[in-house]
């Protein structure tokens, strides 16, 4: 797509047509006798970036050329230069904001299914103890944080104080997930699931009407919050991506450059991604780096600016609001430098390839689910699944502490070092309490480890498991959190063993650079769980570059690059070994949606004859001709084909190409020169040609000139398919008209394109859904 | 709709503010500020190991936030390894926060159950009382024509204003059915 810009302007600047083509296509968006809608698309529709991106050129000559007649004109293409600028601060701050409100809402809602600050119910089960001296940091919290059965009425820790526990736990689950369910059917279908795959779709140049709506915005972040709190093993992360697009979406609609012109309204949406990562995980420059690497399709240097721009608009917003009370951005900062030694890349990559692993396992597992969920009865009852799902989530998760505990802090706590205050079963060590450095030093497990171990295993397969079954019902699911909350718990384990591996042999050649003296060993558990979480995440993503950006990011341990990136790096090598493409291209084929894949290379030989529209057996190419066929012909051409386009030539018999009008335009012009035309009849005789000729006694002639593109991109018929896909996928195309010796031969669209790559990868051509 | 939602959570928060300076009168551990020393478990001479490590003190001054100040039971030994914290939050974004999303839940709920319970019943209503309405417009129009111009136009904007409303319900209907009938019945999306 870097090349969109240059060979419009060759087209624009050295052909011979410049002038005419100047004339026709600012006619197309300065003239205000055009109706209303031209240039818009329908619902599932390919867009034409080139189309788009020379409307906005046209528009902007248009400008700098009034720019010159004054005061006012001068100021209004400021207005025009800034307003790039202005849109994503203001997508920036609503996506702060917004995630603010969903941070806060979350923590309380999730410990509502524990209990009550009671003195002051808006209060999380953190806030309540936060100031209070008598804080026991176990479970159960202090004084002033109440548990269901002590509301209820039983004190203690017997085991009816246990059951009320379990039941409310249960039924606070079932409530809250219900509830996202049932919001997301009543009022909004489309906020359901991650909403990358989609997303990644709209970025490549479709259109789904309504999915970054204003009900879907509202609906999705409510949604978030349930769903987030009903314990379900599913994350806030990947949605506050289609969050910020929503918004991204909304606020283009009030700068008219960018919200009637889909191709530049992709580039805010760019920028809205990263705000979406930005807030999501506190990472701004991971958020444009995801934004780069894992959403857009259309990145040019302009919007790299502004999403770093937007991105830091939401982190302020975000970091002002302050939603975790501990004055970073994230739920978990890591406050630990202490060193890693060579012999750890051993583990380290060793984990990378358990990502790897778990990645493909996963993806195949998910999308055969949802395949199942897809063509099975299980897809007629989404509801009843969530309550399901969650009732065995809920089931499961209360009996152990790591599973019942919201997946956000339990990953917090994975990666923190055990220091003084923490006194949890995971820091139970036989610590010697008349050193200094007791806590920084590695020694044995105590039997509070143990219990953890074990617990975590079980918590694991668990995770691992129900993560499956979990993303992609019928709520709003990300699945960040999750992968990353199965791979820190695997990487904790694993750091335990080699924390014990070393300290059992500290005499041992191997392992002797790792102790300072024979008393003091610093192995970090908590490391070893960030570099898991990075790389089963990368496992089931196939990120690299934003993935490590955003862990260091995320923990603020900038010093642990190198293990994250090999342990990145070997996800993504083992991942890649055992299936070809991420979580969210499988979603997108799973679905079938219209997503001309950049990194895909394209190897067979085939030549665009053989994918052309109309095939050999097929009627000829419906076409317009210039300047002979009448307003009825041409509505019967409407009515009886669903073609979106139609090539318009010279006449029949010459079938030298004129140009390309699409279809909703034509229906548009002719219904409005109906209206308000004077003297257009169906008989009238509709001129594409510059030249009318003149006819004082037939009815009044139709000129539509102006919604003819007159430059449609055109090859011959002997052009290899590899030179056509690479077209489509680097210009943005949405058609290209075949020709032969000159005469027009056949159309190829980008579903056609779709169609034939599917078929050669052994795919059912007809599992392309859209136009 | 949002204006609405706004001025009712608003008033929530006003309401919920006095309760909380009413509650207030008496001693709140509720504070924004606090200073949080982490001591290490250490074992002194007299043998002791002190049975915690976080001592919380709210209602500190910034510049007292030291462990002398803080740990009640401080031993010279121990205070030099203490790390003492200031921190500040606000609970008062905390409780606008909830509140409101409580309302927004809240007001979504009630509409749901409106559409899935209610909304039905209306929109099957019997043929005669869409008679009757009928001859209530007329009534209307008759009524309209009558009176002076001045007041007339009220009822009408009022009239178009609701019409209006029903208007984009019945569009934003459509597009959500036809949203449900792509995924949940067709099963052509979101998979």
Request: aromatic share 10%; net charge neutral.
């Amino acid at each position: 797509m870097g090349e969109l810009g240059k060979v419009f302007e060759d087209s624009c600047f050295v052909s011979e047509y410049t002038k005419e083509l100047e004339e026709g296509a600012s006619n197309i968006d300065t003239l205000e006798d055009l109706p209303p809608g031209i240039g818009q698309y329908e619902d599932f529709h390919t867009i034409d970036w080139l189309r788009d991106i020379a409307r906005d050129r046209m528009r902007h000559r248009h400008i700098i050329k009034k720019k010159q007649e004054g005061c006012w004109e001068k100021l209004k293409s400021a207005h025009d230069a800034w307003s790039g600028w202005i849109c994503v601060l203001m997508v920036g701050v609503a996506a702060g904001a917004c995630a603010g409100v969903i941070d806060i809402g979350t923590t309380w809602l999730s410990d509502l299914k524990e209990g009550m600050c009671r003195e002051a119910f808006w209060l999380n089960r953190e806030q309540c103890c936060w100031s209070a001296n008598d804080t026991t940091l176990d479970d159960e919290g202090c004084s002033q944080w109440f548990t269901w059965s002590e509301l209820v009425g039983i004190s203690g820790q017997g085991a009816g104080a246990f059951i009320v526990k379990y039941i409310f736990y249960i039924l606070w689950a079932l409530f809250f997930t219900m509830c996202a369910a049932l919001f997301v059917r009543v009022f909004a279908p489309y906020a359901c699931g991650s909403g990358i795959p989609e997303i990644k779709t709209i970025l490549s140049g479709f259109i789904i009407r309504g999915y970054l709506g204003k009900w879907t915005l509202l609906t999705k972040s409510l949604g978030m919050m349930l769903s987030v709190a009903g314990g379900l093993s599913l994350g806030k992360e990947g949605p506050f991506v289609h969050l910020a697009c929503c918004f991204g979406n909304i606020f283009s609609y009030i700068f008219p450059k960018y919200g009637t012109n889909e191709a530049k309204k992709r580039e805010i949406l760019s920028a809205a991604s990263a705000a979406g990562v930005s807030v999501a995980f506190g990472a701004p420059i991971g958020g444009v780096l995801f934004s780069l690497e894992e959403v857009s399709y259309y990145f040019p240097l302009k919007t790299l600016w502004r999403s770093f721009f937007c991105a830091l608009a939401a982190a302020f917003v975000l970091r002002s609001i302050n939603p975790f009370g501990n004055d970073h951005l994230v739920m978990f900062y890591i406050d630990y430098d202490e060193p890693w030694y060579i012999q750890e890349l051993i583990p380290f990559i060793l984990l990378g390839a358990f990502g790897g692993l778990y990645g493909s396992f996963f993806i195949k597992f998910n999308i055969a689910w949802c395949r199942f969920r897809k063509q099975s009865r299980l897809g007629q009852y989404p509801i009843l699944e969530v309550l399901l799902i969650t009732f065995v989530t809920a089931l499961i998760s209360f009996p152990n502490p790591y599973t019942k505990m919201n997946t956000s802090e339990m990953i917090r706590m994975l990666v923190s070092r055990c220091g003084s205050e923490d006194t949890t079963d995971l820091c139970d060590y036989q610590r010697n309490y008349t050193s200094i450095d007791s806590y920084t030093a590695s020694t044995f497990i105590g039997d509070g480890v143990k219990t953890a171990l074990w617990q975590l295993s079980l918590a694991l397969i668990f995770k691992g498991v129900i993560t499956i079954f979990t993303f992609g019902m019928k709520i709003p699911s990300g699945l960040f959190i999750p992968s990353m909350a199965v791979g820190a718990i695997l990487g904790r384990i694993i750091g335990i063993g080699m924390e014990q591996l070393v300290v059992a042999n500290r005499e041992h050649w191997i392992f002797e650079n790792m102790c300072q003296s024979k008393q003091f060993c610093t192995i970090t558990p908590g490391l070893y769980a960030m570099v898991g979480a990075a790389a089963f995440l990368g496992g089931v993503t196939r990120m690299t570059v934003s993935l490590v950006v955003i862990m260091f990011e995320l923990t603020g341990g900038l010093q642990y690059i190198v293990p994250m990136m090999a342990a990145a790096m070997t996800s993504k090598w083992i991942g890649d070994a055992l299936g070809k493409e991420g979580i969210y291209d499988a979603h997108i084929r799973l679905n079938g949606y219209p997503y001309l894949d950049s990194k895909e290379e394209f190897t067979h030989t085939t030549i665009a004859a053989d994918v052309m529209r109309p095939r050999r057996n097929d009627p000829p190419l419906c076409v317009i001709t210039q300047d002979s066929m009448t307003v009825e012909e041409t509505e019967a051409i409407l009515r009886e084909t669903e073609h979106n386009g139609f090539p318009v030539v010279i006449s029949r018999e010459s079938q030298y190409l004129v140009g390309f009008v699409l279809r909703r335009d034509l229906i548009l012009a002719i219904a409005n020169a109906m209206k308000n035309q004077e003297g257009v009849v169906s008989n009238s005789v509709v001129y594409f040609a510059s030249h009318v000729a003149a006819n004082p006694n037939g009815p009044a002639p139709l000129k539509l000139r102006k919604i003819l593109d007159m430059a449609p991109v055109t090859i011959t018929d002997q052009t290899p398919m590899e030179t056509v896909v690479e077209m489509f996928r680097k210009l943005g195309l949405r058609q290209t008209l075949v020709t032969h010796n000159g005469r027009l031969l056949g159309i190829i669209t980008k579903k056609d394109v779709l169609r034939h790559i599917a078929q050669l990868q052994n795919q059912d051509p007809e599992s392309i859904l859209f136009n | 709709m949002y204006i609405k939602i706004a001025t009712v959570s608003f008033l929530l928060v006003l309401f919920s503010n006095n309760l909380s300076c009413l509650a207030s009168e008496q001693p709140s551990s509720f504070e924004d500020v606090r200073c949080k020393c982490v001591c290490p478990k250490y074992q002194d001479k007299n043998n002791t190991l002190p049975d915690r490590t976080v001592y919380i003190s709210d209602n500190v001054n910034p510049r007292l936030c030291k462990c002398e100040y803080v740990v009640k039971s401080a031993t010279p030994e121990l205070c030099p390894r203490c790390e003492c914290k200031y921190e500040s939050r606000n609970t008062t974004t905390i409780k606008v926060v909830v509140v409101f999303v409580i309302c927004i839940v809240s007001l979504l709920f009630v509409y749901m159950l409106f559409l899935l319970c209610l909304d039905p019943l209306i929109a099957h209503r019997p043929p005669r009382y869409e008679e009757h309405t009928n001859e209530e417009v007329n009534l209307d129009d008759q009524t309209v024509r009558r009176v002076p111009q001045q007041p007339k136009r009220r009822p009408v904007r009022q009239m178009s204003i609701i019409d209006h409303v029903k208007d984009e319900q019945k569009k934003w209907k459509g597009t959500v059915s036809e949203q449900r009938k792509n995924i949940y019945d067709r099963h052509a999306m979101l998979n």
